[in-house]
């Protein structure tokens, strides 16, 4: 536990309680919960750190909107990978609604396409055409690099891009689709 002390903010550091149920981790990361967080952080975190700011975990057209009326530069569809919330609703059933509102937002404020990512449950190429069809700009992959991580080490991580690229190419084939423009 008091590996994580280091990393508390000052005065922060007597929340780490030895005797406490929770273990070190678990302190740790309830403690740095900032439940004050809302919607100004996006251009707080803008300019302070002159980067484009996604926000991720965006599951549906509201959220999706508010983001952008805060200025988010663009939206990760993500439900990351259902651990918070069991029984929520999966990625690729509110991607399309999320993709028609940030070109709803884009047309009524005369800006360029806001960009989508997306990610959750993807595990063969056919669900990453699936996704890009929808309407996403990049599809992510989660579990499926510590799987073959732990499997194979590096090599296992390879795999799963190779096999992945592959899939995704025959899906391709087999849909009549000779590039990544063809399928949106
Ligand atoms: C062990 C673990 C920890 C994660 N921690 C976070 C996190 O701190 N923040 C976050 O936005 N997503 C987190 N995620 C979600 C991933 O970033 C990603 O959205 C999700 O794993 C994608 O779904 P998939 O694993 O089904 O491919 C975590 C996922 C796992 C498996």
Same mark, same amino acid.
């Given at each position: 536990m008091q590996n994580f002390a280091k990393y508390m903010n000052k005065g922060q550091e007597t929340e780490l309680k030895a005797n406490s149920k929770e273990s070190g981790l678990a302190q740790f990361v309830r403690v740095h919960k900032? *439940? *004050?967080?809302?919607?100004?952080?996006i251009p707080y975190i803008q300019k302070h750190s002159g980067l484009p700011v996604f926000v991720k975990g965006v599951m549906c057209k509201e959220d999706a909107r508010i983001a952008l009326d805060n200025g988010a530069d663009g939206i990760y569809v993500s439900n990351h990978g259902a651990r918070q919330l069991?029984?929520?609703?999966?990625t690729i059933e509110v991607l399309k609604e999320i993709v028609d509102e940030a070109s709803l937002f884009a047309r009524e404020n005369s800006t360029k396409r806001v960009e989508i990512l997306f990610d959750g449950g993807v595990r063969t190429g056919s669900d990453v055409l699936k996704a890009l069809a929808l309407g996403a700009d990049t599809v992510w992959i989660g579990r499926p690099v510590p799987w073959a991580l732990s499997c194979e080490g590096t090599k296992g991580v390879e795999n799963v891009i190779r096999l992945l690229n592959q899939e995704l190419k025959e899906a391709m084939l087999k849909c009549g689709c000779n590039s990544i423009e063809d399928i949106k």
């Open positions: 900032d *439940n *004050n967080i809302d919607w100004s952080i069991d029984t929520t609703p999966a």
